[in-house]
């Protein structure tokens, strides 16, 4: 064959790979959506928006492409999942791993994401180093269970968001960081504030590296709290991150921040 028709051919087969490749995160997500999708509904009071904002799928997906595309190396959650099963179902919160359910994800807490397990089974191709902190012993144990296919890219941190972020060598820059820690009260906002803060002030994450958060649009700091503002738990870390250099580039149940460049 003509050299030049060879070279050709491997150049194609080379773009080729690198575009199946490029899919496979958010391939290994689609098995999720219709869970995910699910799960956010239940958080959302649809009757507020006129058009109610995409679910936990769509930013999934966002941050998981753009990880892969931007060669991430380091995932960093702050929060891991809690339970091995949804609140309906007997086992809620408990440590006990007859709860674990792995081939029944029907079952799993998709009222809270189950972000540990849907990262670190849609990212492991790509071997990263996926950390999970979280300040309750149990939290780490059921997350640890979860995700025991993937324990080679699992780093688990019984400690609080604060101190792992206070810790972190800041030299190595995080390209994905999620914040979920907590829950929907005042105590969250302000606990999301000092981690927003420290992400900041330390310069922790890499040049196209991404905030992803969790529950922004959770209905229930309005329906209990009485909150005005569209940003639940991030009503001050939201503000605070736009005035020190980040701009949103998803807008939906969860909310997705980059460096301006
Ligand atoms: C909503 S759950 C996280 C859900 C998980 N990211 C998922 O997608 O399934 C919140 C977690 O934050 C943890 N948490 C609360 N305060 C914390 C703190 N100061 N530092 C670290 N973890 C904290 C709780 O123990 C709980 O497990």
Known sequence: MNPKNTLLIT???????????????VEKLEKYKKFLQEGTDQCIDLSHWAIPPKSRYETFKKAFKHFEKNNGKIVVELGATRS???????????????YWEPNNPTVWDWGAGSFTRV??????NLNPEFHSIDISHQAVNISR??????????????????????????????????????????YTCKLQLQEAKIIVERDL?????????????????RRLH??????????????????????????EYQVILIKNK
């Open 11 to 25: 150049a194609l087969a080379t773009l080729f790979t690198i575009n199946v490749k490029s899919a496979e995160s």
């Open 84 to 98: 091995f099963v949804d609140g309906a179902y007997q086992g809620c919160l408990s440590t006990n791993p007859k």
């Open 119 to 124: 990262a670190a089974e849609c990212l492991c």
């Open 145 to 186: 269970t979860m995700t025991k296919e993937f324990a080679h890219i699992m780093h688990f941190h019984r400690c609080s968001s604060t101190d792992f972020l206070s810790q972190w060598d800041s030299k190595r820059k995080i390209d994905l960081i999620y914040l979920d820690t907590g829950g929907m009260d005042e």
């Open 205 to 221: 994450l890499s040049h196209n590296g991404m905030i992803l958060i969790d529950d922004v649009k959770n209905s229930t700091p």
């Open 226 to 251: 009485g909150e005005t503002s569209d940003l639940g738990k991030s009503k001050y870390s939201i503000p605070y991150l736009l005035a020190h250099g980040f701009k949103i580039v998803a807008d």
